[in-house]
């Protein structure tokens, strides 16, 4: 039977949207959550530690699980999940109550993630072309349109609780036109989780620094803005947001830019636009000027994990299957640790120098580029 049907390129589309879209509504309440349960940089993040420990928790265990029962109902409930703890997010009111929402809201996000990567697989499997960067670029249009709407909401005066609930409601919405279009998707043979070895290793570590980055503008995006005092925190999410939107244009164009440059010149082109993103960021006193580095941040690091996980599968060092399965998880232990130890960072020193290590750690990328696109093992 062919899985690459248009309702099922639908149920894919939406459930990247879906967790792109509730993750993203995050970002603009962060700095609510934060003042609720009254902690500093320091212990944010390592509220944030529990939000990345849950998922690195679940990944392994959905890629277990879909093995057994399938993406489909993986896909549902790590959603259904996301929609019922997000609400906790600002309604908790102690750092242990936040603790306890953000592990499981980690979790329902890693779920959802692996799940529907297993059916996107799937879909692709049946195409005669790409489509993986199609589907990632739902996830950023999930995410501008998350990070987006909850910051207009919160700047009409609509009080964090609320729009939360709104945010909740829409992801629901997404899951439940997905619901009946998703196929019943396996991921193989269960497979216990390898390290990843050889090059395997260095694009494992490569994917991590850049969904850092990631996980950097997402979780302490809006607190660097207004603590530079370029927008008031009603405001701060449109970092994440301008963020998303270039992110979503790079992987709507990545798959012809890759087939006319190539993957070298794409990862060194990728890591240097980035850099200068984050530059732009931290020392132009002019808020338009600034906020230009969210865009560049995001054309940047559009196309370099798409680009890691051809790699990943094309080199034999590991099986691809395997390989894969080790980026994908290594690498989202930056988008979900990473900003935790960012916040220790900016405890001990404050979130520019924070930023800056970033744009320094963010340099293996054009500087390894060669390196990995020649490798085989």
Not at 230 to 249: E, I, K, N, R
């Amino acid at each position: 039977m062919n899985n690459n049907r248009p309702e099922t390129r639908l149920a894919t589309r939406l459930s990247f949207v879906a967790a792109g879209f509730a993750m993203a509504c995050w970002a603009p309440l962060v700095p609510y959550a934060k003042q609720a349960v009254g902690v500093d940089e320091a212990g944010l993040g390592l509220l944030l530690l529990c939000l990345g420990g849950g998922s690195i928790m679940a990944m392994p265990l959905t890629g277990w699980l879909a093995a057994k029962v399938g993406s489909k109902p993986l896909i549902l409930g790590g959603g259904l999940g996301l929609v019922l703890l997000l609400p906790f997010l600002v309604l908790a009111h102690s750092a242990p109550l936040l603790a306890l929402a953000l592990l499981a809201f980690g979790a329902s996000l890693g779920t959802l993630d692996v799940a529907m990567n297993i059916h996107a697989v799937e879909v692709e499997r049946d195409s005669s072309k790409p489509m993986m960067s199609g589907f990632h670029a739902m996830f950023s249009i999930g995410g501008f349109a998350g990070a987006g709407s909850v910051t207009l909401l919160l700047a009409a005066g609509v009080t964090p609780v609320a729009a939360a609930l709104f945010g909740s409601a829409l992801t629901l919405a997404a899951l439940l036109v997905a619901w009946p279009r998703l196929l019943l998707a396996r991921a193989g043979e269960a497979m216990p989780f390898a390290l990843p070895r050889g090059i395997v290793l260095l694009l494992a570590v490569l994917a991590g620094l850049t969904f850092l980055v990631e996980g950097a503008v997402l979780d302490w995006g809006a607190l660097l803005v207004t603590a530079r005092g370029l927008l008031d925190p009603a405001q701060g999410g449109v970092g994440y947001m301008l963020f998303a939107g270039a992110m979503t244009l790079g992987r709507l164009t990545g798959d012809r830019i890759v087939a006319r440059f190539g993957g070298r010149p794409v990862l060194t082109a990728s890591g240097i636009v980035a850099i200068l993103g984050i530059a732009l960021l931290l020392v132009s006193p002019v808020t338009a000027i600034a906020l230009s580095g969210f865009v560049l941040i995001g054309l940047g690091a559009a196309n370099i994990v798409p680009v890691l996980f051809s790699l990943a599968g094309r080199q034999t060092a590991m099986p691809p299957a395997l390989a894969i399965a080790a980026v994908t998880t290594i690498g989202y232990a930056g988008i979900l640790l990473g900003p935790a130890v960012l916040g220790f960072v900016a405890h001990r020193f404050d979130l520019v120098v924070a930023f800056t290590l970033l744009a320094l750690l963010l340099a293996a990328i054009p500087l390894s580029a060669g390196i990995v696109t020649r490798a085989k093992s």
